[in-house]
């Protein structure tokens, strides 16, 4: 990136993070995750780039469970029972 674009930039009060700042945000992220947790115990150091997949994975899983018990409830909730008056009554 040449020298007047960058300067444009900080002029027009965009902010750069810094590298520091990255790892530690990656960091934080790598805290979040159960697999990169996981895998944090065996070594050290994880890239960055597999603490990111590894998060798209979890929520990618995280997503197909929310939809799973969604599907469930509505089930339960389609039932003519008292235990469906039950589950409604405290939904509502």
């Known amino acids: 990136m ?3 674009r960058s ?5 027009a009060g965009v902010s750069r993070i810094s590298d520091d700042q990255i790892s530690d945000l ?20 994880v890239s960055a780039t597999k603490v990111l997949h590894e ?6 899983k995280l997503h197909r469970e929310v939809d799973n018990l ?14 469906a008056e039950i589950i409604r009554s405290l939904l509502m």
């Open 55 to 60: 998060t798209c994975n979890y929520i990618r």
């Open 7 to 11: 300067r444009s930039r900080q002029s």
């Open 26 to 45: 990656v960091s934080k992220l790598q805290q979040l995750i159960p697999e990169t947790s996981i895998n944090r115990s065996r070594s050290d150091k």
């Open 70 to 83: 969604s599907d469930r409830l509505l089930e339960l909730l389609e039932m003519d029972s008292a235990q």
């Open 2 to 4: 040449s020298s007047r």
